[in-house]
């Protein structure tokens, strides 16, 4: 299936059948967010796509802690060159853009993300660009929301951010203190009670920076 047509669906399938709704904890952002009445699962599965949860569908608890985080301390990323690691939804990076980022870079590996960041970062007047590459770009600071959910995805997150540190990027980390979380290697930064993937029921998270291993 040609990549390019399937942007193009997922783009009309998401203005069409997915609302715009300002986020509980940051009601400056609004988000396409599926109903009960969008099919989206439906949809997925005519796209031969059913295999692959739509994490970029929802916020996650991890992203909104950095949003809330990113609200509260806009000097982290104002002016600076900023990468959104695992960006799912835009989320982070839309808030990045918010507290003045000059400059925001998303990775997703997921084929339907990419149209769900283009249009909620238009919803929200905020520029994302989207990285392909596979060696990343320079940047001042990465932010990564829900990358360690569990160990299969750690062994392959915590190499690359480890990477980035070593190139004298700053790196944020959010997470609801999930199980597979490397305590050992994050600072505790803040602490949030957030909304987690639609659920009613507030999860606790926290921003953490990742320490080099020397420290």
Known sequence: MP???????AERFIRERMPLRALPFRP???????????GLI??????????????????WGGGAALAL????HPKTVAGKTVLDFGAGSGLVGIAAMRAGAAHVWAIESDPIAPAA???NAVANGARLHLWTEPDWPDTDIVL????FYDAMVVSRSLPLLEAALEREADVLVGDPFRPTLPLNRLDLLAQ????????????HAGVFALKSRTT
Do not use: C
């Not at 400056?28 to 969008?38: A, F, K």
């Not at 985080?69 to 509260?72: A, E, V």
């Open 117 to 119: 960041i283009k249009l």
């Open 69 to 72: 985080y990113l609200h509260d």
């Open 192 to 203: 949030f009670d957030v909304d987690d993937m639609g659920g009613n029921t507030p999860v």
């Open 3 to 9: 990549i390019a047509g399937l942007t193009q669906r």
């Open 144 to 147: 990564a929301g829900d990358v």
């Open 42 to 59: 439906g949809w997925l599965a005519s796209e031969g796509l059913d295999e692959a949860p739509p994490y970029w569908a929802y916020a």
């Open 28 to 38: 400056d952002i609004s988000l396409h967010t599926p109903t009960p009445q969008s």
